[in-house]
């Protein structure tokens, strides 16, 4: 195999070492978390502000073709599973929590 056969692992290795604290942030959704989320889809109405909006498009609409979203609705589902995978890691020492078609409640938490 010659050095034209293999993938430059420079770059990456680099961006190993000078990692900085913002970048464990950065969650990648995992192949399982992609499998495991259902065939069914449904839809999610939620309140954020304008300019988070406007943000969020602005990024989408840069970033969605080197990302390979087929969707507005994909990056956000990437977003929602980073945040979910997230918490499990962090709360659920990496497992999913348990699932429920039960409605959330309305309003903001007590104490917030």
Excluded: C
């Amino acid at each position: 195999m010659t050095n034209h056969d293999q993938p430059d692992r420079g770059a990456e290795a680099q961006l190993d070492q000078d990692s900085t604290p913002l970048a464990e942030f950065r969650v990648r959704p995992t192949a399982v978390a992609e499998k495991a989320a259902p065939a069914r889809r449904t839809s999610v109405t939620f309140y954020l502000s304008e300019g988070l909006r406007n943000r969020a498009r602005a990024a989408y609409r840069s970033t969605s073709f080197e990302e390979q979203d087929s969707s507005w609705s994909e990056m956000i589902n990437k977003a929602l599973i980073a945040e979910v995978e997230r918490r499990e890691a962090e709360y659920n020492s990496g497992e999913t929590f348990a699932a429920s078609e039960e409605p959330l409640s309305p309003g903001r938490p007590i104490g917030f």
